[in-house]
């Protein structure tokens, strides 16, 4: 069964920084329209659906080079679960890279996967950029290597 989805989320938040880190929790409304080829009627993930989702997320200095960070979410709508963690070394603001663990799952489908992460954030920017790197597993046999780029932006 091949499966093809669009989806949106909207959510407000709530989080606090310092001086070695910060957190946020999330509370927000998540949609999403699935259609499956062949089309399989006892399949959860099948049509459209709407439901709420609550997301955390959280980084924190080990030391002026090492930091820890991770985020998770879960949406009620197919008990779908979504989580990462890293540890990164920057020994300077402008570049740092590191390992990432990521899972990710619902009713029907889980998965893991493990990489390598390089983040470089531009001088005198609030701009970063993440190239990531790894190695998924799946529990239905389609393995295989991952990749992406990722931006950010910081407030």
């Known amino acids: 069964v091949e499966a093809s989805a669009w989806g949106a989320e909207a959510s407000l938040g709530y989080g606090a920084s310092s001086a070695n880190g910060w957190w946020t929790v999330w509370l927000g409304v998540r949609h999403t329209d ?4 062949p089309d399989d009627p006892s399949a959860e993930a099948r049509g459209s659906q709407t439901g709420a989702k609550v997301q955390a997320e959280f980084e924190r200095a080990l030391s002026p080079a090492w930091r820890f960070g991770a985020m998770g979410s879960y949406a009620n709508q197919q008990n779908g679960y979504w989580g990462r963690a890293r540890l990164m070394y920057g020994p300077t603001p402008v570049r740092s890279y590191g390992i990432e663990v990521v899972a990710n799952g619902n009713d029907e489908a889980d998965s893991t996967a493990t990489g390598l992460v390089l ?4 001088a005198e920017t ?3 950029v993440s190239l990531k790197a790894g190695y998924r597993f799946q529990d239905d046999d389609y393995d295989g290597a991952y990749g992406g780029v990722e931006f950010g932006y910081g407030f």
């Open 119 to 122: 983040t470089m954030r531009p």
């Open 126 to 128: 609030k701009f970063t």
């Open 34 to 37: 699935t259609d499956l080829t």
